[in-house]
């Protein structure tokens, strides 16, 4: 067992029967009355995002979880096929687990959060930036800043699209930040 002062962000815990996540918390004491600790925490199990307050000093049950790299195989009806690095295991697993999945690309070694009780996965997260090439964009016109944004629209290796400056032309190679999905810059 351990209390609310324990609380960090990525913090893994049993909760009304689920496994959670801390998302972010904020530790309150106001001028009359008793602390508590206003949280937001994800469900591991089905994604949905719940707001709770803590009494504090309250117990919690943490939940003991470990991080083990994974290779992503393919995607089909059942869900995205992963590759234990270590065991060669494969594991399927549901969208709504993965952070980022439009930017998934086969091969791509992705981090996965284990339960080490009964070594369910929890979650899976991208590396925080990933690579790919632009397959379609309008050519940017030069003096096109009117508008004052100065970005248009870019088709990355046939999936998701992502907004890039004018400069960025059909056939480059640009980096994508996997948590925002902005992009970040272009590679030589």
Same mark, same amino acid.
């Given at each position: 067992?351990?209390?609310?002062?324990?609380?960090?962000?990525?913090?893994?815990?049993?909760?009304?029967?689920?496994?959670?996540?801390?998302?972010?918390?904020?530790?309150?004491?106001?001028?009359?009355?008793?602390?508590?600790?206003?949280?937001?925490?994800?469900?591991?199990?089905?994604?949905?995002?719940?707001?709770?307050?803590?009494?504090?000093?309250?117990?919690?049950?943490?939940?003991?979880?470990?991080?083990?790299?994974?290779?992503?195989?393919?995607?089909?009806?059942?869900?995205?096929?992963?590759?234990?690095?270590?065991?060669?295991?494969?594991?399927?697993?549901?969208?709504?687990?993965? =952070?980022?999945?439009?930017?998934?690309?086969?091969?791509?070694?992705?981090?996965?959060?284990?339960?080490?009780?009964?070594?369910?996965?929890?979650?899976?997260?991208?590396?925080?930036?990933?690579?790919?090439?632009?397959?379609?964009?309008?050519?940017?016109?030069?003096?096109?800043?009117?508008?004052?944004?100065?970005?248009?629209?870019?088709?990355?290796?046939?999936?998701?699209?992502?907004?890039?400056?004018?400069?960025? =032309?059909?056939?480059?190679?640009?980096?994508?930040?996997?948590?925002?999905?902005?992009?970040?810059?272009?590679?030589?």
């Amino acid at each position: 067992m351990a209390s609310t002062s324990e609380f960090r962000n990525g913090l893994c815990l049993k909760f009304n029967n689920d496994i959670y996540q801390v998302v972010e918390f904020l530790h309150v004491k106001p001028g009359k009355g008793a602390a508590f600790v206003r949280s937001k925490l994800k469900s591991l199990t089905n994604g949905r995002v719940l707001e709770n307050t803590f009494p504090a000093g309250a117990k919690i049950d943490p939940v003991r979880v470990e991080t083990r790299e994974y290779q992503f195989l393919y995607k089909d009806d059942m869900g995205y096929h992963f590759m234990d690095a270590e065991s060669f295991e494969q594991n399927s697993l549901e969208e709504f687990k993965i =952070n980022a999945p439009q930017f998934l690309k086969e091969g791509a070694v992705c981090l996965v959060l284990v339960n080490t009780e009964d070594e369910t996965i929890l979650t899976c997260e991208l590396p925080h930036h990933v690579e790919g090439t632009v397959t379609y964009t309008e050519p940017g016109l030069r003096g096109d800043t009117a508008s004052g944004t100065a970005l248009k629209a870019a088709v990355i290796d046939e999936g998701p699209t992502v907004q890039v400056p004018l400069f960025v =032309n059909q056939g480059d190679k640009i980096k994508i930040d996997t948590r925002t999905g902005d992009y970040v810059e272009r590679v030589k």
